[in-house]
């Protein structure tokens, strides 16, 4: 039998290779058997037997998503499926309102087109931890599968079909200062990437002065041919719509919209870094709020300035925002943030909101009346410059350990001209130079992939440490 394994956040694989109904069958079973192994205690937070199940606009999610209800209800519990494809955040959101057991979400997020995933969302709405994915694991294949076919479950009420998107709405504009957005004026472009971000923006500013450009809304499970992630090198159509037809701000989301980018409004690629920097300063600097910072490994160091001068506590936890959502979950959160662009919010649920992001930097053009571009000065004269590069590049499972543990053990002495003062191990090795920039090596979590990271003073030092990277990959 196929092997499953869990990722970052949850399990994805290639579909009809290991992404399979067979395997679907299995992870399902897994997650049931774990959920009726917990006991339920009455008024607690997920209390009651009852899952959520949503989807993206993969090939063949929708028959995914039916089939994992149809196994949950086969298990005694009372699901709530989604009516229509809608964004990972609405599925955790559903969880944490309902007081549910879990949830899932049938998405391979910003994976290429031929892949898809199970992301299994635990009682408090946010990926399921390392041990609720262990524990999921550890059951598979110990039970025969047990299912209720949908349209039987639906007259026994074990299955209700309902668009959970205007609950989700209604939050995401409760967590703004929507009035303040309403009456800016504001013109909105959306790279949606073919997923299923598409027509949430248009929904959340319908009747306001906001104008909503959507780009790239058609439902496409090839994604136009990119893969549906919200970094540069995938802008390409929506910069050069922008060229010519400007916007104040343009938000970019991956293909379940739990993670932003961003351009200015002519097309220029802006920083997840320079967003979360943006995002940060105006919680504290104009709604005055306070809290932990808790950012990735692999997130700038520019947040570390910007906490230092606000007396900040700042936290930094491995990649993947599982791990931000733990800290989230203990309280006193100002800014959940990681490099690839999840960004999650006190007040809201312990995950990553591609779309509550961007109503939020909405907020923050509407409430500072400036340029996105004079805003993005002034945070680089303050606390920059700094230049972030990432490249992926194939490197072999079976030597990623080898490779860690000599990192780990033979750190360079300098990272351009200054002096590495710490070597971080907790999740691959990050090598941080005395000048504040840094290099690290990690593999993915869910591919045969070895991703290397740096951050610099120019985009030339950035590269000439990517370069470094690359030369560390070849000692083992």
């Known amino acids: 039998m196929t092997k499953i394994k869990f990722g970052t956040d949850g399990w994805r694989a290639v579909i009809a290779e290991d992404f399979t109904f ?19 205690s009455q008024g ?7 899952a959520v199940v949503g989807y993206d606009r ?18 005694g519990f009372h699901v709530v499926l989604s009516s229509c494809p809608v964004p990972t955040p609405a599925v955790s959101l559903a969880v944490k309102e309902l007081q549910a057991v879990g949830g899932v979400m049938i998405t391979a997020s910003h994976n290429p087109p031929k892949f898809n ?5 635990a009682h408090y709405g946010g990926s399921a931890d390392p041990s609720i994915c262990q524990a999921v694991e550890s059951r598979l294949d110990s039970t025969p599968v047990s299912f209720l076919p949908l349209d039987l479950a639906q ?13 989700y709405y209604a939050a995401v504009k409760r967590r703004v200062d929507f009035k303040r957005i309403a009456s800016s004026g504001l013109r909105l472009a959306h790279e949606a990437m073919f997923g299923v971000g598409a027509g949430c923006f248009d929904a959340l500013l319908k009747g306001t002065t906001c104008t909503v450009t959507t780009i790239n809304a058609a439902h496409d499970p090839f994604f136009g041919g990119i893969n549906p992630e919200p970094i540069p090198q995938n802008y390409g159509i929506g910069s050069a719509y922008l060229k010519t037809h400007p916007h104040d701000l343009c938000v970019v989301t991956d293909g379940d919209a739990d993670r932003v980018g961003g351009m200015d409004g002519r097309g220029n690629a802006v920083s997840t870094h320079q967003l ?19 950012k990735a490994l692999t997130t700038t160091s520019m947040l570390d300035k910007l906490c230092a001068e606000r007396g900040l506590e700042l936290v930094e936890t491995g990649v993947g925002f599982k791990y931000v959502c733990s800290e989230m979950l203990k309280g006193d959160v100002l800014l959940g943030a990681e490099e690839s662009g999840g960004i999650g919010f006190p007040g809201h649920i312990p995950e990553r909101d591609g779309i509550l992001a961007g109503m939020m930097l909405m907020e923050l053009l509407a409430w500072k009346k400036k340029p996105l571009n004079k805003l993005l000065r002034g945070l680089e004269e303050s606390y920059g410059p700094y230049r972030y590069a990432r490249i992926d590049t194939p490197f072999p499972l ?19 001209k200054s002096t590495v003062t710490d070597v971080k191990s907790f999740d691959g090795v990050k090598f941080i130079a005395a000048d ?41």
């Open 117 to 121: 995933g199970f992301k299994l969302k």
């Open 44 to 50: 607690q937070a997920g209390s009651k037997p009852v």
């Open 155 to 167: 007259r026994e009420k074990q299955i209700l079909l309902k668009d959970i998107r205007p609950k």
């Open 398 to 416: 079976e030597k990623r350990e080898a490779l860690m543990e000599f990192c780990k053990k033979n750190p360079p002495a300098k990272l351009i």
């Open 22 to 40: 067979a395997n679907i069958d299995r992870v399902a079973q897994a997650t049931a058997s774990y959920w009726n192994s917990l006991s339920l």
């Open 58 to 75: 993969r090939f063949l999610s929708d028959q995914f998503a039916r089939r994992t209800a149809e196994i949950l209800a086969g298990n």
């Open 436 to 476: 504040g920039s840094w290099l690290m090596v990690r593999g993915s979590g869910t591919e045969p992939i070895l991703r290397i990271y740096a951050e610099a003073k120019s985009d030339a030092d950035a590269a000439t440490l990517l370069r470094l990277g690359q030369r560390l990959t070849k000692q083992v």
């Open 276 to 294: 979360i920097c943006l995002l940060l300063q105006h919680l504290h600097d104009n709604r005055h709020l306070r809290g932990r910072v808790v």
